[in-house]
């Protein structure tokens, strides 16, 4: 079976361009969430989905973050613009809603110069 | 966001050693406990998992021990072994119409061969 599915892998922009990271959950899962990793701050949640609808998005860092989920196979997070301080790996994980195991993709690693 | 407080931040434990991670939560409300292990460029995945009406569970090595009252948790890796060096995530969550789960700093092991 396909697991969630994250593109690009890997991302280097320059200060201020607009970065658009994508994800596919699993088929059949029902939610799906955002995280950023970063050794000072670890794993944060920035939005999850339920049924393509934004539940929470408190952990948005700012007005330059946005999510969309326009469909149950599709998500993306977009930043606008970009900034050193986005460098991170951002992952996307879902759930089927049964248990709380989130399966996780492998994520994109953004470099900001 | 609602903390969970994961020690210590790094480990070396010999080979045969037993290795123990502890974490900390502050929101009584979370009723589900995982843990998640993640190797270099991967994402986090699964390992173990309690719900609060248990205090302890355990998956061959691997052990979780549960203090609901001191809201507290811990993974115990019996025998650790080479292969078992990661870094290790404990995790709290709840379902709020998708299982909104908030992770710890993280713990990096190393087993020594």
């Known amino acids: 079976d396909a697991g969630v599915i994250q593109s690009p892998r890997h991302e280097v922009t320059e200060m201020g361009q607009e970065v658009t990271l994508r994800c596919k959950p699993i088929s059949g899962h029902n939610s799906l969430f955002w995280y950023r990793q970063t050794m000072m701050r670890g794993l944060e949640l920035l939005i999850y989905?339920?049924?393509?609808?934004?539940?929470?998005d408190s952990g948005m860092p700012e007005d330059r973050f946005s999510a969309k989920m326009p469909n149950a196979s599709f998500s993306t997070l977009k930043i606008q613009p970009s900034e050193p301080r986005d460098s991170a790996v951002y992952f996307c994980a879902s759930n089927r809603g049964v248990t709380g195991e989130l399966f996780f993709g492998e994520g994109s690693r953004l470099t900001v110069l | 966001q609602q903390q969970v407080k994961q020690s210590p931040q790094s480990l070396i434990v010999q080979k045969g050693g037993i290795s123990i991670i502890n974490c900390a939560y502050e929101?009584?409300?979370?009723?589900?406990f995982p843990w998640y292990q993640q190797f270099p460029g991967k994402g986090p995945a699964l390992l173990i998992a309690i719900r609060p009406d248990v205090s302890e569970k355990k998956e061959g090595r691997f052990t979780i021990s549960f203090n609901k009252s001191a809201k507290q948790f811990s993974l115990h890796i019996m025998d650790s072994q080479p292969g078992d060096s990661a870094t290790y995530f404990c995790?709290?969550?709840?379902?709020?119409?998708?299982?909104?789960?908030?992770f710890g700093a993280g713990t990096r092991l190393f087993v020594k061969a």
């Open positions: 989905f339920n049924n393509n609808v934004p539940i929470d």
């Open positions: 929101n009584t409300a979370f009723d589900y």
């Open positions: 995790a709290a969550s709840r379902d709020t119409g998708g299982f909104k789960t908030i």
